[in-house]
């Protein structure tokens, strides 16, 4: 009880930058958890009213404009070249910034494999945030669901919070679920920034 108290009251800290900073403007840090204004990534678990299963909920900031993270967050196809765990990503047909994937990953340690197809589709935020949300169609899992939400809080940073929820079809404890989530959204935070910072590929005549 105390665990999901703490958890809670850290994931209200990070919650409450996103009304904050749009007040404020877009240099504006008021609210912001000081471990994320550091330049930590900080992961809690958050409830999901539809199972016993907690989200990884991470929030981290990257030296990038919103739109270069948005290009990377919506680029699905290369998911498994720089997502932990992600073995394969592949469209399956897409139409804007909507799309169908199938992707695969090493889960439980690496020895387990899921598969999943998902609808990825962004959706109406307020404040100038961009979010991104994905959800299972079919797979080998209980349930797996994904979230980005990104925000300004300059012309060259942005906060990003990344919520994960997989739900493997094992007898494992909820709780080790749960926690193995929170190091998986804390991850994929870091490997966006190290997506960010890869130098880009050119092709010489």
């Known amino acids: 009880m105390v665990?999901?108290?703490?958890?809670?009251?850290l994931i209200g800290a990070l919650a409450a930058p996103v009304t904050a900073l749009a007040e404020s403007g877009p240099?504006?840090?008021?609210g912001l958890n000081p471990k994320v204004a550091a330049g930590e990534?900080?992961?809690?678990?958050?409830?999901?009213?539809?199972t016993d299963v907690d989200w990884g909920d991470a929030s981290g900031i990257v030296e990038a404009p919103i739109d270069q993270v948005m290009a990377i967050v919506t680029d699905y196809a290369k998911y498994a070249q720089f997502m932990p765990h992600f073995k394969k990503s592949k469209?399956?047909?897409q139409r804007g910034k909507k799309a169908l994937i199938y992707v695969e990953a090493k889960v439980a340690k690496g020895t387990l494999t899921v598969w999943a197809q998902m609808k990825m589709r962004p959706l109406k935020?307020?404040?100038g945030r961009m979010v991104v949300e994905g959800k299972m169609t079919k797979g080998n899992l209980s349930r797996f669901e994904a979230r980005w939400?990104?925000?300004?809080l300059s012309a060259t940073r942005t906060l990003v919070r990344f919520k994960l929820l997989v739900d493997p079809k094992v007898p494992l404890p909820d709780s080790l679920v749960t926690w193995e989530n929170v190091k998986a959204s804390r991850r994929g935070?870091?490997?966006?920034r190290k997506q960010l910072t890869a130098p880009v590929a050119t092709v010489s005549e």
């Open 3 to 9: 665990g999901r108290l703490t958890a809670l009251a």
């Open 27 to 30: 240099h504006g840090y008021k």
């Open 41 to 50: 990534i900080v992961g809690v678990e958050t409830d999901h009213p539809e």
């Open 91 to 93: 469209v399956l047909s």
């Open 125 to 127: 935020a307020e404040g």
């Open 149 to 152: 939400e990104l925000l300004p």
């Open 189 to 192: 935070i870091k490997a966006l």
